[in-house]
């Protein structure tokens, strides 16, 4: 147990679905991070947020949104998602002062779009 | 660009000394981080190292070369536990911002 959760641990889409992923940390971080883990692929950086304000955003198409209301909780939410979305999920938190910090991972959403 | 190469596949026997190497080539460089992922769980931290040098600690030592671009991880007397994808990840610029490799994975066999 890393204090980060996600929920769900699985989920299946169709494309046209609507969902969205949870990720709560217990660790009194303010830095939350998304990650895409595709087959055989380095984990891929998809948005970071510090102290409920985005501060990166990797070149994301519009079809995933994140959300975070406060620094224990992030969301991704995700709409008329491709085939190729099909991925591993990951959640991270961090201290949050920006410099050289680690990383904490949740278990991480396993997706499947149909 | 961004890169970071790690080899794909390792094996190794139990109670055996393994190195992974991990060559990188980012802008703004500030550390490096190594990983372990067991299939289907989450990445856990195993060290980081920011200045030239190795590292120790208990059976796994980390090692740097911020001028060859260049780190390896050390797993020491392996144990079958020690299965697992072992992921390097360079602090690149922009805030605490990760690049990572694909991983390495290592097979320990009786």
């Known amino acids: 147990e890393t204090g980060v959760t996600q929920t769900p641990r699985h989920l299946v889409m169709g494309m046209t679905n609507k969902k969205s992923l949870k990720c709560e940390q217990h660790?009194?971080?303010?830095?939350m991070y998304w990650y895409k883990q595709s087959a055989k692929k380095p984990l891929e950086l998809m948005f970071v947020?510090?102290?409920?304000?985005?501060?990166e955003n990797n070149s994301v198409p519009s079809r995933f949104s994140p959300e975070c209301p406060n620094s224990s909780h992030l969301f991704l939410h995700l709409h008329t998602l491709q085939p190729e979305d099909s991925a591993l999920y990951l959640c991270a938190s961090s201290q949050g002062n920006g410099v050289q910090e680690t990383q904490y991972f949740g278990p991480g959403t396993r997706l499947l779009v149909l | 660009g961004q890169n970071i190469d790690q080899p794909t596949e390792m094996t190794a026997t139990e109670g055996a000394i393994v190195q992974i190497n991990c060559t990188y080539q980012t802008s703004g460089f500030n550390g490096l981080f190594w990983y372990q992922q067991h299939a289907g769980e989450a990445p856990t931290f195993l060290s980081y190292?920011?200045?030239?040098g190795l590292e120790e600690k208990g059976r796994f030592s980390s090692f740097l070369s911020r001028s060859k671009g260049y780190s390896y991880l050390l797993l020491k007397e392996l144990q079958m536990k020690d299965s697992a994808s072992y992921l390097c990840?360079?602090?690149?610029?922009?805030?605490?911002?990760?690049?990572f490799g694909a991983g390495t994975r290592l097979a320990v066999h009786p």
């Open positions: 190292n920011v200045l030239d």
């Open positions: 947020y510090s102290l409920e304000e985005r501060v």
């Open positions: 990840a360079a602090l690149s610029g922009g805030y605490n911002k990760l690049i």
């Open positions: 660790l009194g971080h303010n830095a």
